[in-house]
């Protein structure tokens, strides 16, 4: 018995190789890789055989980038979020403890009362305790506004990663951007930031992302 005699053609949806039997060659087939339906080539009385042509694409796949850059757009929102936030809290921040020091160490020793209720300083004596929280806050809030400007920076990072993503702008910065977020460095939006950082790094390893910034070769 021989086999039936077979032409090598290829899908014109994702170029994988198969075997057609002759009498089906210019009827629809599906490819075996990809399920894309596409019209198999028969042979154009010249002796040269005519181009597939591609009736359906495979279910469920989009156009071809279309699905990476969604996948990588919402880490990219998700980073400029929290950079814009980040920013906003941490920029009023260092501008209240560095111009106002009094209003900072009373915002200071407001956290304190709060964190009294969770028994934090039980073993402070009753009558001192308004001096110590009242000495603790200036003290906490001179070192503290040393925190907020550079918190203020990794936020606009953060958002400049995000931007370079969505932008497909510059590698690099999007994954210092996504490393500044996901470190939480920029001291708000811990879970989403971190979510985001996360996803967004997992995203540019990925050969859509790499793609997505032009990239072909790993760093
Ligand atoms: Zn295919």
């Not at 087939?29 to 399920?35: D, F, H, N, Y």
């Not at 990219?76 to 111009?99: E, H, I, K, S």
Request: charged letters at 15%; glycine letters at 14%.
């Amino acid at each position: 018995m021989t086999p039936p005699e077979t032409e090598v053609v290829s899908c014109p949806a994702c170029n994988h190789l198969l075997r057609v039997p002759l009498d089906l060659l210019g009827q629809p087939v599906q490819c075996p890789e990809c399920r894309a339906m596409f019209r198999a080539p028969a042979p154009d009385g010249t002796g040269g055989m005519a181009a597939a042509e591609l009736l359906s694409r495979p279910p469920g796949a989009a156009a071809p980038g279309r699905r990476a850059d969604a996948a990588l757009l919402l880490p990219a929102f998700g980073l400029m979020f929290c950079g814009v936030a980040g920013v906003g809290t941490n920029g009023y921040l260092a501008y209240l403890f560095a111009a106002e020091p009094g209003v900072a160490a009373e915002y200071v020793r407001d956290q304190f009362s709060k964190a009294r209720g969770y028994g934090f300083g039980a073993d402070d004596p009753e009558g001192e305790r308004d001096r110590l929280d009242g000495e603790r806050a200036v003290a906490t809030a001179r070192w503290m506004r040393w925190y907020f400007p550079p918190a203020a920076g990794a936020a606009l990072l953060a958002f400049l990663g995000g931007l370079s993503i969505a932008l497909g702008w510059n590698y690099r910065l999007a994954q210092v951007g996504c490393v500044t977020a996901g470190l939480n460095l920029t001291g708000c939006c811990c879970v989403p930031g971190a979510a985001a950082g996360l996803w967004g790094l997992l995203m540019l390893r990925s050969g859509e992302g790499r793609a997505h910034f032009g990239r072909s070769t790993p760093v």
